[in-house]
């Protein structure tokens, strides 16, 4: 089983940790890894306009891209798999990696977090009743 | 021996029947959902009704051609789960989920002048990104997405697997960096639970209150709410949710068209918090429409500090009511 370096209990959460702990340290996950990207230099105090908003998708991308070159030979060095080219404008990039990869990528100054790529699920509980109809 | 105790029987409790038909026939003279009625949204309608805000609603998708939709879905993708972008023309429904979502935020009226939606001017931007066998990564490309085409409140009726509070890294991004405002169902788990996005420390959550006897109004018993206490992480070492609630049971709202013995059925009630979340991502279209220039963090706090909560101000928030239920109007009067 692997260890889980402490300082990692900020960037990995301790429910994925603890998953985590049932593999054996080659085996492979698909996580979401979150970049750390600039952050906005000033409080957002109105409605983005299409220009602000596209300044700053420019500014995030960009510091993601410098991010993800530094957490490159990372990927590589523990057999890993990068799942998409570029990170997306959240500043996350989808790999596929060891567990002990996970943990390296953790200790990375430019990782924000690591989070596993889980199930999605709506949330609804029935249709209770078909309403009303009309003849199409 | 601790205590000896007698051998009680038990009984069934019956759930209270919804009498569906009373309450159509309700809405029809209302000609509003109970939902809108409860909110009061007609008055916010005298302002604004939501045109010029981009909705973005990550679901199962949409049928488009629904006539009370009219023409409000401005764009459709699929997101499939390695996270492809799939353009689908015209745009569809892999349930029934994410129209009835679609009509509660921007629907029009039905054919017997049912209003259904909360904003029915607002713009849709609809990502399947509940089709198949999906996971984060395919949200966090519908999310892109929605922020590339400029959207300013992203719906999240979904939920995740297990508790992830690193979800909240996404979130902090998509307040502070682009100005968003992402609203989330707080899950169906009943009373103590709470789920992932919405049980997030910075989420707005949402969670579900349904009509009772005598025109009042209880949160539902799916409705999830729970408090998550992390000492000495201060500020943020108590998470109280949900944040607020809203109309989540029996909520009338479109479907795509199926056909049964009776006829073709294009309307139907779903409960859940999902029904819930676009009540209020509909009433945060209407206050960013009337106040174009109010930041997301305003649309909250007035939306949470005018919520009305049965005990009272001071005793809240709690997890059943959240900070309460959300009060349209006096959050417009609050921002001006």
């Known amino acids: ?136 | 021996m601790v205590a000896v105790l007698p051998n009680q029987k038990i009984h069934l409790i019956q759930p209270r029947r919804v009498e569906y038909e009373a309450l159509l026939e309700q809405e029809k003279q209302d000609s509003l959902t109970w939902g809108l009625k409860q909110l009061e949204i007609p008055k916010l309608w005298e302002t604004t009704k939501g045109q010029e805000i981009n909705v973005a609603v990550l679901d199962t998708g949409v049928y488009g051609a629904h006539s009370v939709l009219n023409d409000r879905v401005k764009e459709f993708i699929i997101i499939d789960p390695l996270g492809r972008r799939i353009k689908a023309e015209p745009a569809f429904d892999c349930g029934q989920h994410g129209t009835h979502v679609c009509g509660t935020i921007a629907g029009g009226q039905d054919f017997n002048g049912v209003a259904i939606g909360v904003a029915p001017q607002t713009n849709l931007f609809v990502a399947g990104v509940l089709i198949g066998d999906t996971s984060l990564r395919t949200l966090m490309e519908g999310i892109s997405w929605a922020i590339e085409k400029g959207a300013d409140i992203i719906n999240m009726s979904l939920g995740l697997n297990y508790y992830e509070p690193r979800f909240a890294v996404v979130l902090d991004i998509l307040l502070n960096q682009y100005g968003i405002l992402p609203v989330v169902a707080i899950g169906n788990e009943n009373h103590g639970n709470s789920s992932s996005p919405g049980n997030t420390y910075n989420a707005f959550s949402v969670g579900a209150i349904e009509k009772t006897g005598c025109d009042d109004v209880d949160v539902t018993f799916f409705s999830s709410g729970a408090s998550l206490v992390f000492p000495g992480k201060e500020p943020n070492g108590l998470v109280i949710k949900p944040d607020v609630v809203a109309p989540g049971a029996q909520i009338y709202s479109c479907i795509p068209p199926i056909k049964h013995p009776k006829g073709t059925f294009e309307y139907n009630f779903m409960d859940g918090t999902s029904m819930a979340t676009p009540h209020v991502a509909g009433v945060a279209s209407l206050l960013m429409a009337a106040k174009p220039t109010a930041p997301v963090t305003d649309i909250i706090k007035v939306l949470k500090e005018t919520a009305h909560h049965p005990d009272g101000k001071d005793l809240r928030p709690c997890n059943r009511w959240g900070h309460g239920l959300i009060q349209p109007d006096e959050a417009l009067k609050a921002l001006t």
């Open chain 1, 1 to 136: 089983m692997p260890e889980y370096n402490s300082n990692n209990r900020n960037k990995i959460s301790p429910e994925f940790a603890a998953r985590l702990t049932y593999l054996e340290p080659q085996q492979k996950v698909r996580v979401i890894v979150l970049l750390q990207v600039q952050p906005s230099k000033k409080a957002i105090e109105k409605r983005q306009s299409r220009a602000e908003r596209q300044a700053a998708i420019k500014a995030l991308r960009e510091s993601a891209e410098e991010a993800l070159a530094d957490i490159s030979p990372i990927i590589q060095r523990f057999n890993g798999l990068q799942l998409a080219e570029h990170p997306d404008l959240l500043g996350s990039i989808p790999v596929e990696i060891t567990t002990e990869g996970v943990n390296a990528l953790a200790e990375s100054d430019v990782v924000k977090a690591v989070i596993e790529d889980q199930a999605i699920l709506p949330g609804y509980l029935n249709n209770a009743y078909l309403g009303m109809s009309k003849n199409l």
